[in-house]
């Protein structure tokens, strides 16, 4: 069961990779967004099992979402 096995992980934005499209807070606003330094910041939900947010994970070009 994969859905389970991210139950407790958070998503983190590898920003060395990150070119700042921005497609994965279009695609989960409630889980990613710009911060007021520009770089894309996770924010603080109880999980992060939603379709959206793996849906943004799955689609960010660099591939520079990871769970940890
Ligand atoms: S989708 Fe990936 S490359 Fe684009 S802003 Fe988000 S983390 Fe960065």
Redesign the pocket.
Known sequence: MEILSHSKKIPV??LE?????????E?APHA?RINDAGF?EVLSLDDYLDEDILE?IK???????VWE
Request: hydrophobic share 45%; aromatic share 10%; glycine share 0%.
């Open positions: 934005i590898e990779s990150c070119i700042f499209c921005e497609i994965c807070v695609l990613f894309v943004a689609n960010c070009p660099k591939d520079c979402i």
